[in-house]
C-alpha cells in the first residue's frame, strides 16, 4: 500500500527523497522551536526549509516536462539473439536540461526496467541511448511507456512522467541447418531429377538472370555481375531463375489443438525449418488455424513469431498432401494419401497405413530427428515409407 502511495505521488507531483523527507523533519522542528522561543532567526532557518522544499517539489517535474522521446524501429530478431532498442531524448527548448533518468518499461522485466542516467541535453539537441535486450523464447512483444524521472535540480524530490512510445518487436523462432530432410527430399525419382536440375543451375556461373541487386556479406564471388558492377561502382549479384516445375507442398501446423507447451514450441522450430530447407527447392506454403495458408518469408516468420497453441480456426485445412504437425494421434486418420506426419505425443496408437512420418523422440536432437537420415529409419517401423507426392502444374 506505501508503495503504491508512494508511486501515485511520483507521477503526479513529487515524492520526497531521503535528504527532503530530512529536511521537511528539521523544518517542523525549528518552527516548532521558534513558536515556542519567539526566535526570529528560528522563524527565518524554518522559512528557508519550507522554501527549499517548495523548489525542490516544483523543479523536477518542470525539468522534465517539455523533453520528447521518439523510438527507432526494433529490427526483428531469432530467439538466443538480442534485440537493439534504440531511444532517442529530444529538448526542443532553449535552456539545458540536467540529470534525469529514463527507464524504458519494457516487456521482459517490469520491475527492474534498463534505464540510464542522462547528464545533460543541450537546447536544440538530442540524447541517444542504445542499449540491447536478450531474447530466449519467440513472440511478439509490444513496448509502449518510456519514464523520465529527475530530482534537479537540488534532489530533494523526485518526479517521474511517462511517455507512451510505442513499437513492436517480432522474435522469431530458430530455423534448424539441416543438410538433408528426408520428409521433404523423398519426393519421388521425377521430383528428384528436376532438384538436381535446379542445384545445377543455382550453381552455375551462366544461366538465366531474374534480377540483379547489391552484394551482401556471405554471397558468392561467381554470382557478382563484373560488367554491371563497374557501371554503378559497387558489387551487383545476379539472382538466377529457378524452376520450381509448379511444386507444390504445405506444411500444416495443428496450433488449433492442445498442446504441451515445450512441445508445441519445438514444433513451431520444426515448422520453421521445414519451410526453409524446402524453400529453395518447392513452393511451399505454411498453414495454421489462425491464418489459413499464408507464405513469403518476412509473412510466415511473423506468423510462427505469434502463433498460439489452441487457437481458434479461421481456416479449413488445405486439399492437397501436406506435411503435418499435430500432438493428436487421432488427427493422422484424417490425412490425405501422399502426406506425411511428425507427432509429438505419448499416447500409444495405431500409426495410419500408407502414410509415413516421425513420431518425436524427446530425448534426442530435434535436428537429428529431422535432418539425418535417422528420421526415414525411425519412421520405417510405424509404416512403409511412401514418397511424398507433390502438386504439379502445367506451365503451358
Known sequence: ML???TKWLETNWATPAFGGGLLAILTICFFGAATNTMAGWLYVISGVGVALLGVGAVLPARSIRALSVSREPILPVT??????????ISNPTSRVQTLFQ???LNPWNRSHPPQTTVAQVLPQTEHRWVYRQPTEQRGVYQWSPV??????PIGLFWSERSRQVPAIAYVYPQALDLDKCPLIDGAGSQERQTERANRQLDA???GITRSLRPY???????SIHWRTSARHGEFQVRELEIDRGGREVVIVLDSGANWDAADFEQAVIAACTLYFYAHQRLDVRLWTAGTGLISGE???LETLAAVQRAEPLSAELPTIPSI???SQPQQLTTLLPGSRWILWTDERFSYPSGLSGIAIDRDRSLQQQLGTSDASQSAAPYTTPVPLKIQTHDLN
Do not use: F, H, K, W
Open 216 to 222: 551482401r556479406y556471405g554471397d558468392p564471388m561467381r
Open 102 to 104: 529514463v527507464r524504458d
Open 147 to 152: 519514464a523520465l524521472r529527475s530530482g534537479a
Open 79 to 88: 530467439a538466443g539473439a538480442e534485440l537493439e532498442i534504440a531511444l532517442t
Open 298 to 300: 518476412r509473412q510466415v
Open 3 to 5: 508503495n503504491r502511495a
Open 204 to 206: 552455375a556461373t551462366e
Open 324 to 326: 503435418y504437425l499435430t
